[in-house]
């Protein structure tokens, strides 16, 4: 089984609101990623969760606040987003346990910001 | 610094024709992976490959296939006979290692695949 889930599928949100988007997965795997995808463009690595300990972090702004609760769930808080943050939203994850591995990814949550 | 280039935006076939998909990449690692990843309009990255660094050998699989050749840092993805599903966003990867931090994946900027009845 490869499955990464995502919710909520889809997320209309203002400019000052506070929403949460969330991933698990149950494969074991332990190291989990945000990206950010705009329109035809490649995803955009966000965050990387290592262990439950966040490893990477590439220069996201604060009003993207990553959580990592257990081994299996991964959040995305967000809070006084801007339009230009709208986008799908992808989780992965990968065994976390060797140099190179395969990412999973999740279905997304597309995320449009009012 | 890594990069991968699909120099093909965006492509357009009938259906059971043959389409391969190019794929170029850089790096200055001696151990690295390959993917090809497929991105249906409903958003989600499916996995299709991956291939390490140390194996050229060409892959099959039904009417996908795949051929590696390190000499020109290429990976190319082959779709036999072409079906309206195939249509999707693909993206070839190159991942580089972290030493236990996790994996970070260089995406190409994606090939279109338009498969028309």
């Known amino acids: 089984d490869t499955e990464v889930t995502q919710t909520p599928k889809h997320l209309v949100m203002g400019m000052t609101n506070k929403k949460s988007l969330k991933c698990e997965q149950h494969m074991g795997h332990r190291a989990m990623y945000w990206y950010k995808q705009k329109a035809k463009k490649p995803p955009e690595l966000m965050f990387v969760y290592s262990y439950e300990k966040l490893s990477i972090n590439e220069s996201v702004p604060s009003r993207f606040s990553p959580e990592c609760p257990n081994s299996s769930l991964l959040n995305l808080h967000l809070h006084a987003l801007q339009p230009e943050d709208s986008a799908l939203y992808l989780c992965?994850?990968?065994?976390?346990?060797?140099?190179?591995?395969?990412?999973?990814f999740g279905p997304g949550t597309r995320l449009l910001v009012l | 610094a890594q990069k991968v280039t699909q120099a093909q935006t965006e492509i357009s076939v009938v259906e059971k024709e043959d389409v391969t998909l190019d794929c170029v990449y850089e790096t200055r690692d001696t151990t690295y992976y390959l993917f090809w990843y497929k991105q249906p309009p409903s958003g989600e990255l499916v996995f299709l490959i991956r291939r390490n660094s140390f194996d050229e050998q060409n892959e099959i699989s039904g009417r996908y296939s795949w051929n590696f050749q390190k000499s020109t840092s290429s990976f190319n993805f082959t779709i036999t006979a072409s079906q309206v599903v195939d249509s999707a966003v693909y993206f070839c990867a190159l991942s580089e290692s972290f030493h236990n931090a996790g994996n970070m994946l260089t995406f190409g900027g994606g090939t279109r695949l338009m498969v028309k009845p």
């Open positions: 992965a994850s990968s065994q976390g346990n060797s140099e190179l591995e395969t990412q999973y």
